[in-house]
C-alpha cells in the first residue's frame, strides 16, 4: 500500500492500521508487503512458536492449514474471492489451549492479495461454555423432574408397604393364643381321666406336646411383632429421608438440629441393609455402649452417611471371599465420640486414598464420585471429621468419624 497519501487516504489508512482484526497485504509469491497492527499480534505467537522469522504469508499460513496456501497459488483469475471465513482451530507447540482463527483471502488486483484474520478464541469458547452451561441446567432440570417422580413413586410403594406390615401386625393381634391355651388347660385338669383312656404316658406326652406348641406360637409371634415393628420403624426412617430429599430438590434449606443418638442410627441402619450383607454372608459385628451421649444434628444426614459407609463396605468384600466381616465400634471419650468401621474388604492403595473425599471420583463402574464426598460435607457440618485407612489392596478399610461432644 502506498503511504503517500492525501489526508482523506491517510485517514482511511490509519483506520485499517488499527482495525481489530489482523489486515495483510501479500503478492502472488505470498511476501508480506504490508501488515497491520492486529495482523502482526495475531503472527507474532505463531512466528515464536515455530521459529519462523520470515516474511512470507505462506509459510506462516503452512503451519495453520497448508490448503490456504495452494488455494491462493492456484488462484488464476485477475480478481475475486479466494477463501471466505474459514474457521481454522490449531495448537501451538508450546501450548495446551485450542486457538480459533476465522482466514479470509481476496485477490484485489495483479499481484495484490488481501489476507485477513480475526481471532475467535474467546468468543467461541464463551458459547461453548454459555451452550454447556445451558446443556447442564436442562439436564439438571430433567434430573430433578426425574428425582422428583422417583421419590413420589418410592414413597408411596413404602406407604404401601407399611399398610401391609401394619395389617399383619392387626392380624397377629386378633389371632389370640387363648383357646389353644385353654385347650392345654382343659387336658390337664382331665389329664387322668384321659390316661385311663389311653395310658399315662401317652396322656402326658400330649400335654407336653401342646405345651411345647403353645410355647413355640407364642415366641414365633413375638419375634413376628419384634421384626414389624422394626420394619415400620425403617419405613419411618426412609419416610423422613424421602421427606429431606424432596425438600432438596424442591430448593428448600433444610437445616434440623436435634439430638441425635448415634446408636438408633447404627441399629436402624444395620436393618435397613441386612439383606445386602446377609445376602453375601458377611457377619456384621457391632460393639456400643449401653448408654451412649447425644449430639446435636440432623438425624436422616447423618445416617445417610452411615449407610454410604456400611454400603461401601459391604461392596468392597468379595463374594467368594472366605473371611467376610464388617466391624463397627462406637467408642466414647472424654470430648468425643468416635464411630468406627472396619472391614476386610478390597482396600486400597496410597493413588486411590489421595482423591477418596474429593467429588466426581470413584473407583465404581456406575459411581458418582459423591457418595464420599457428601459424607465428609455432612460430618464437617456437624463439626466432626472423617478419615479412611487402608494398608493396601486386599487388606480392607478403616473409615474414622469423630464427633465433638
Same mark, same amino acid.
Given at each position: 500500500? @502506498?503511504? /503517500?497519501?492525501?489526508?482523506? @487516504? =491517510?485517514?482511511?489508512?490509519?483506520?485499517? +492500521?488499527?482495525?481489530?482484526? $489482523?489486515?495483510?497485504?501479500?503478492?502472488?509469491?505470498?511476501? &508480506?508487503?504490508?501488515?497491520?497492527?492486529?495482523?502482526?499480534?495475531?503472527?507474532?505467537?505463531?512466528?515464536?512458536?515455530?521459529?519462523?522469522?520470515?516474511?512470507?504469508?505462506?509459510? #506462516?499460513?503452512?503451519?495453520?492449514?497448508?490448503?490456504?496456501?495452494?488455494?491462493?497459488?492456484?488462484?488464476? =483469475?485477475?480478481?475475486?474471492?479466494?477463501?471466505?471465513?474459514?474457521?481454522? +482451530?490449531?495448537?501451538?507447540?508450546?501450548?495446551?489451549?485450542?486457538?480459533?482463527?476465522? %482466514?479470509?483471502?481476496?485477490?484485489?488486483?495483479?499481484?495484490?492479495?488481501?489476507?485477513?484474520?480475526?481471532?475467535?478464541?474467546?468468543?467461541? @469458547?464463551?458459547?461453548?461454555?454459555?451452550?454447556?452451561?445451558? %446443556?447442564?441446567?436442562?439436564?439438571?432440570?430433567?434430573?430433578?423432574?426425574?428425582?422428583?417422580?422417583?421419590?413420589?413413586?418410592?414413597?408411596?410403594?413404602?406407604?404401601?408397604? $407399611?399398610?401391609?406390615?401394619? *395389617?399383619?401386625?392387626?392380624?397377629?393381634?386378633?389371632?389370640?393364643?387363648?383357646?389353644?391355651?385353654?385347650?392345654?388347660s382343659f387336658l390337664k385338669t382331665?389329664?387322668?381321666?384321659?390316661?385311663?383312656?389311653?395310658?399315662? =404316658?401317652?396322656?402326658?406326652?400330649?400335654?407336653?406336646?401342646?405345651?411345647?406348641?403353645?410355647?413355640?406360637?407364642?415366641?414365633?409371634?413375638?419375634?413376628?411383632?419384634?421384626?414389624?415393628?422394626?420394619?415400620?420403624?425403617? &419405613?419411618?426412617?426412609?419416610?423422613?429421608?424421602?421427606t429431606i430429599q424432596r425438600q432438596? #430438590?424442591?430448593?428448600?434449606?433444610?437445616?434440623? *438440629?436435634?439430638?441425635? /443418638?448415634?446408636?438408633?442410627?447404627?441399629?436402624?441402619?444395620?436393618?435397613?441393609?441386612?439383606?445386602?450383607?446377609?445376602?453375601?454372608?458377611?457377619?456384621?459385628?457391632?460393639?456400643?455402649?449401653?448408654?451412649?451421649?447425644?449430639?446435636?444434628?440432623?438425624?436422616?444426614?447423618?445416617?445417610?452417611? #452411615?449407610?454410604?459407609?456400611?454400603? +461401601?463396605?459391604?461392596?468392597?468384600? @468379595?463374594?467368594?471371599?472366605?473371611?467376610?466381616?464388617?466391624? &463397627?465400634?462406637?467408642?466414647?471419650?472424654?470430648?468425643?465420640?468416635?464411630?468406627?468401621?472396619?472391614?476386610?474388604?478390597?482396600?486400597?492403595?496410597? *493413588? #486411590?486414598?489421595?482423591?477418596?473425599?474429593?467429588?466426581?471420583?470413584?473407583?465404581?463402574?456406575?459411581?458418582?464420585?459423591?457418595?464420599?464426598? +457428601?459424607? *465428609?460435607?455432612?460430618?464437617?457440618?456437624?463439626?466432626?471429621?472423617?478419615?479412611?485407612?487402608?494398608?493396601?489392596?486386599?487388606?480392607?478399610?478403616?473409615?474414622?468419624?469423630?464427633?465433638?461432644?
Amino acid at each position: 500500500m @502506498d503511504r /503517500n497519501q492525501n489526508p482523506q @487516504d =491517510q485517514k482511511f489508512f490509519s483506520f485499517i +492500521n488499527h482495525a481489530p482484526i $489482523g489486515i495483510a497485504e501479500i503478492d502472488q509469491s505470498g511476501k &508480506i508487503i504490508w501488515i497491520n497492527i492486529a495482523g502482526k499480534a495475531l503472527l507474532g505467537p505463531l512466528s515464536q512458536s515455530y521459529q519462523l522469522g520470515t516474511d512470507n504469508a505462506f509459510v #506462516v499460513l503452512d503451519c495453520i492449514d497448508p490448503q490456504i496456501s495452494e488455494a491462493i497459488k492456484a488462484f488464476d =483469475q485477475p480478481s475475486g474471492s479466494i477463501v471466505q471465513h474459514q474457521i481454522e +482451530n490449531f495448537i501451538l507447540p508450546d501450548e495446551t489451549l485450542e486457538r480459533h482463527y476465522q %482466514l479470509s483471502a481476496n485477490k484485489i488486483h495483479e499481484n495484490c492479495i488481501i489476507l485477513s484474520c480475526e481471532d475467535l478464541t474467546q468468543k467461541l @469458547d464463551e458459547e461453548k461454555a454459555m451452550n454447556q452451561a445451558v %446443556l447442564e441446567q436442562a439436564v439438571s432440570n430433567g434430573k430433578f423432574e426425574i428425582a422428583s417422580e422417583v421419590l413420589h413413586d418410592i414413597g408411596n410403594a413404602v406407604v404401601g408397604f $407399611g399398610s401391609y406390615l401394619t *395389617r399383619i401386625n392387626r392380624f397377629l393381634e386378633q389371632d389370640s393364643m387363648e383357646n389353644l391355651e385353654n385347650v392345654v388347660s382343659f387336658l390337664k385338669t382331665q389329664q387322668v381321666a384321659i390316661g385311663t383312656a389311653i395310658g399315662g =404316658q401317652k396322656s402326658a406326652a400330649l400335654v407336653n406336646l401342646l405345651e411345647g406348641i403353645v410355647k413355640k406360637e407364642n415366641d414365633s409371634r413375638t419375634e413376628i411383632k419384634k421384626s414389624i415393628q422394626g420394619q415400620l420403624s425403617v &419405613i419411618t426412617h426412609i419416610q423422613e429421608i424421602l421427606t429431606i430429599q424432596r425438600q432438596y #430438590v424442591t430448593g428448600q434449606n433444610v437445616h434440623d *438440629r436435634r439430638p441425635v /443418638n448415634l446408636k438408633e442410627i447404627l441399629f436402624d441402619s444395620r436393618a435397613m441393609l441386612f439383606a445386602s450383607y446377609d445376602k453375601k454372608g458377611i457377619k456384621l459385628n457391632l460393639n456400643v455402649p449401653d448408654h451412649v451421649q447425644e449430639i446435636k444434628g440432623d438425624r436422616t444426614k447423618l445416617m445417610q452417611v #452411615v449407610l454410604n459407609i456400611l454400603k +461401601n463396605s459391604i461392596e468392597a468384600i @468379595d463374594m467368594n471371599a472366605n473371611d467376610k466381616m464388617i466391624t &463397627i465400634n462406637l467408642l466414647l471419650h472424654d470430648q468425643s465420640l468416635e464411630l468406627s468401621v472396619i472391614d476386610n474388604g478390597h482396600g486400597f492403595d496410597e *493413588r #486411590v486414598a489421595s482423591h477418596l473425599f474429593e467429588r466426581g471420583h470413584t473407583t465404581k463402574t456406575t459411581g458418582t464420585g459423591l457418595g464420599l464426598y +457428601n459424607c *465428609r460435607s455432612i460430618v464437617e457440618s456437624h463439626g466432626g471429621s472423617i478419615e479412611m485407612y487402608s494398608k493396601g489392596p486386599g487388606m480392607g478399610t478403616t473409615t474414622i468419624i469423630k464427633f465433638i461432644l
